[in-house]
């Protein structure tokens, strides 16, 4: 038995789910996460001063990078043709939090694209500045929204 969960088979197999006879509809996913750091690798972040370069600026490609290879990573995603894919980044004090959007017209979401991008962003900073602090703490990493397709908009309860 499966509990309705539809990445398994009626044998309990994973499966990739049949999405051919869904409707094509606009979707977006919103998702977000934090790196937090001690307050000099946040100047230095901030100063552009780290030894490997521009801190966001990789990042951001990065978390494009990723969100357009999500399926290569995450085992049944389907691949998407994104039409958007956008990184923020914002720098305070004590780290960065990560926003990614991401967009297509298909016939599936784009949440795990969204989260990937959010991830990879995040460990990209961390590569980044580990010099300058190993202790950085990635967390809040989550969905908080999705809009689109047959189950509709879901946003996350505000915390």
């Given at each position: ?78 691949p998407l043709?994104?039409?958007?894919v956008t ?73």
């Open positions: 038995m499966t509990g309705g969960l539809t990445h398994l088979d009626e044998d309990g197999s994973a499966r990739m789910v049949d999405v051919s006879n869904k409707v094509v509809t606009a979707r977006q996913a919103v998702a977000t996460g934090r790196i937090t750091m001690n307050r000099d690798a946040a100047a230095a972040i901030a100063a552009g001063q780290v030894k490997k370069g521009d801190v966001l600026a990789v990042a951001r490609i990065a978390g494009i990078m990723a969100a357009k290879r999500t399926s290569d990573l995450i085992p049944l995603c389907h043709p994104l039409s958007s990184v923020d980044l914002n720098l305070d004090e004590e780290g960065v939090t990560v926003t990614v959007a991401a967009r297509t017209a298909g016939q599936t979401g784009v949440e795990m694209e969204a989260l990937t991008g959010a991830s990879v962003a995040l460990l990209t900073i961390y590569d980044m500045a580990k010099a300058l602090d190993k202790a950085m703490i990635i967390d809040g990493v989550r969905l908080l929204s999705k809009t689109g397709g047959k189950s509709g908009d879901w946003h996350a309860p505000a915390s």
